[in-house]
């Protein structure tokens, strides 16, 4: 079974430019989540979405914004970027209550 | 706010020779725990979890995970390190009240390398 996809892998803007991230969850999961990963530290959680709805948001900008589709795929969009925003953002799809959160391998975002 | 925190950035070990890495965390209630592996250029990858129940927790790849509430502590074992476990592990945690606590805080990582 295909785990979590995350597309691009490696994206490369310039200040001010805005970017759009997008998630596929592993069939049959509802939530999704995503987080941003600075060089040498843990993932920081930026939003979750279960049915479409969004369930949660992290200590992030308003320049940050997500949504989740029908089919449970999921965007990140981030405007204005700046140089702090050059991180890994990872996505995480789960089945919701108390099972454990799924992985993708990341996009890679280096900001100019 | 809960939070996590792994007090060791680093954790050499022998091949062969057991492995603890160790996490506490502070949350209001009764806690999720989680630990994660990442390696290099991936995403976190799944070890084990801790909900309610037996203390010691048994995950993948040989790892468990000792759950001591009085200490609020979870420290990731293994009986007998290999290289291929070389990597980065997080501990996460997440509460079970509503809102935010409902998300889960990862701590700064530890990077285990295991010697030949």
């Known amino acids: 079974d295909a785990g979590v996809t995350q597309s691009p892998t490696h994206l490369i803007k310039t200040r001010g430019q805005q970017v759009t991230l997008r998630c596929s969850p592993i069939s049959g999961h509802k939530s999704v989540s995503w987080y941003q990963q600075v060089l040498g530290q843990g993932p920081q959680f930026i939003f979750q979405?279960?049915?479409?709805?969004?369930?949660g948001r992290g200590n992030f900008p308003d320049r940050f914004s997500a949504r989740q589709f029908p089919n449970y795929s999921s965007e990140l969009n981030v405007n204005a970027l700046l140089l702090g925003d050059s991180a890994l953002y990872l996505c995480?799809?789960?089945?919701?209550?108390?099972?454990?959160?799924?992985f993708g391998d990341g996009t890679r975002l280096s900001i100019l | 706010a809960q939070s996590v925190a792994q007090p060791e950035d680093q954790v050499n070990v022998a091949e062969g020779n057991p492995l603890t890495v160790k996490c506490t965390y502070s949350?209001?209630?009764?806690?999720?725990l989680f630990w994660y592996v990442q390696y290099p250029n991936r995403g976190l990858q799944f070890l084990l979890k801790?909900?309610?129940?037996?203390?010691l927790v048994k995950g993948s790849y040989g790892f468990e995970a000792e759950f001591n509430k009085s200490q609020t502590s979870f420290h990731l074992k293994k009986p007998s390190a290999l290289v291929s476990d070389s990597a980065l592990y997080f501990c996460a945690v997440r509460g079970l009240s509503s809102g935010s606590a409902r998300q889960l805080t990862f701590g700064s990582g530890t990077q285990l390398t295991v010697l030949p």
């Open positions: 949350v209001s209630g009764n806690p999720y």
């Open positions: 995480a799809s789960s089945l919701g209550g108390n099972q454990p959160q799924h």
């Open positions: 979405y279960y049915e479409k709805e969004e369930r």
């Open positions: 801790y909900i309610t129940g037996d203390n």
